[in-house]
């Protein structure tokens, strides 16, 4: 089998003081953090999409990756070529799992059909190699929203025959997901959303999504697939108004049709930024409801307004990140997957591996910080004394249940003086920095 990336070695760790670009400083794999290697604690996992089918156009440009396999014209071939070099590409990352849409790995065909041959004949082989290399799929999922057939939608769809055809998609994905030992599926409601209500009937929509994902769970079911749903919220792009919007959207759209029981969540972190959120919240959130189960590793620009998918190099919102994650107890079966893409202008093959470097030592420290800063509490016990007033005497009894708005105007009346404590929290940031700062 070719090797695509012969100039590169695999990539070692090396620590902090390493000067070679080729190189962890901070992600060792076997390092015991908590009781979990490093490696079991974050599951990285590499996007297929951005990593191999991305091309670095732009609206005002077209494409700019330099690859190994931009001189083959066959679109099977195509495939089988990118699919070689991904698992050249984790070998040398040491990175464990993968993450694919089916029209990644896979073109599409004439007929539904024939598509459905293309992909079975990608899979088999798909299936060789991660025996060959050790490697797993974190998840599968459809690509509903590129085709043109998808532009008003896909399970919100006005055209009956477009939800019919993307459900046959989604049973497919399914299908693959299970082949593949796939051990999440996720839905991205690409154009689940409206441009404006003057030809939009929501409610209808929301109905028949909801539908849809009713219909994915019977059939995982009916087939045996026991990995775990996830919903990756969205709040706009490339609709204007998506109905995923944020962790607590899709919350509250699963709890009102009794889908709840069967999904969470897979927020990326530049989609928080998009729904004028931090990371750390929508991780706090879901983490609070039971919701977390896997990221989506990224960044965006603040000055951008769009999901510019930038590899994760901010520490501080790594450290937050894992913070959460290790409250939550990890995210297995989930993972961190890089859902990134290089710079239109770092458009060498070499810059994939050293964009997949920085992200994963960025969250390897993360780890290492978040560890440290909930080992020795500084932050739990401010947050605990903060709320002290509720562990006890009428804030006890409120928590309790034992007043209501009587006894509280009775207490009220009689507590003429109310003092408050201050927040801190300029102490707090300078904490966090000098956990960051002290390694």
């Known amino acids: 089998m ?23 400083k901070y992600y060792n794999p076997d390092e015991v953090i908590g009781g979990k290697t490093m490696k ?35 679109e099977m071939d195509l495939a089988k070529a990118r699919m070689e070099a991904a698992f050249e590409l984790m070998d040398k990352l040491n990175i464990e799992y993968f993450c694919f849409h089916d029209r ?23 299936k060789e190699l991660m025996k060959k290399y050790n490697k797993k799929l974190l998840w599968g999922t459809a690509n509903c929203f590129t085709n043109p057939r998808y532009v008003h939608g896909a399970g ?6 477009v939800f019919a055809y993307a459900a046959a998609q989604i049973k497919k994905a399914l299908e693959v997901t299970k082949e593949l030992g796939g ?46 749903f996830l919903i990756e919220p969205k709040p706009k792009e490339p609709t204007k108004h998506q109905y995923d919007f944020d962790t607590a959207t899709v919350l509250g759209f699963l709890k009102k049709y009794n889908l709840d029981k069967y999904f969470k969540v897979n927020i990326e972190a530049n989609h928080a930024t998009l729904a004028q959120h931090t990371f750390q919240h929508e991780l706090n959130f879901a983490r609070i409801n039971n919701f977390l189960g896997s990221i989506d590793a990224n960044q ?13 190099t901010n520490i501080y919102d790594a450290t937050l990140a894992m913070y959460e994650i290790l409250k939550n107890g990890g995210l297995a079966p989930g993972g961190v997957n890089f859902d990134a893409k290089v710079r239109r202008a770092s458009f060498e093959k070499e810059d994939l591996f050293l ?42 009894e409120i928590v309790e ?31 966090v920095n000098q956990y960051i700062f002290e390694d």
Not at 301 to 312: A, C, E, I, R, S
Not at 365 to 374: E, F, Q, R, S
Not at 376 to 391: D, R, T, V
Request: aromatic share 12%; charged share 25%.
């Open 401 to 431: 249940g034992k007043v209501g708005l009587k006894e509280l105007e009775a207490y009220a009346l009689k507590n003429n003086e109310i003092t408050n404590k201050s927040g801190r929290q300029e102490l707090l940031e300078a904490i």
């Open 183 to 228: 051990e999440n599926y996720v839905f991205w409601g690409g154009r689940e959303g409206y441009e404006t209500l003057l030809n939009t009937d929501m409610g209808l929509e929301l109905d028949n999504f909801a539908r849809l994902l009713q219909m994915a769970v019977d059939y995982a079911k009916e087939i045996g697939f026991t990995g775990q």
């Open 40 to 74: 079991e604690h974050l599951r990285f996992s590499l996007s297929y999409w951005h990593t191999l089918t991305a091309n670095g156009a732009d609206p005002f440009g077209a494409g700019t990756m330099l690859r190994p396999w931009d001189d083959i014209t066959n």
């Open 2 to 24: 070719k090797e695509y990336f012969g100039n590169v070695s695999k990539i070692n760790y090396e620590g902090p003081g390493s000067k070679n670009p080729y190189s962890f």
């Open 300 to 312: 965006g620009d603040p000055m951008l307004g769009w999901d510019t998918d930038q590899f994760p």
């Open 355 to 396: 964009a997949y470097i920085a992200g994963m030592d960025t969250f390897a420290k993360g780890l290492k910080v978040a560890h440290k800063l909930l080992e020795n509490g500084e932050l739990e016990n401010f947050i605990k004394n903060k709320y002290a007033s509720f562990s006890e005497g009428i804030g006890k």
């Open 156 to 161: 919100t769809s006005c055209n009956a025959d």
């Open 104 to 126: 990644d790995i896979a073109p599409e065909g004439k007929t539904l059909q024939e598509t459905n041959e293309n992909l079975d004949e990608i899979v088999a082989y798909c």
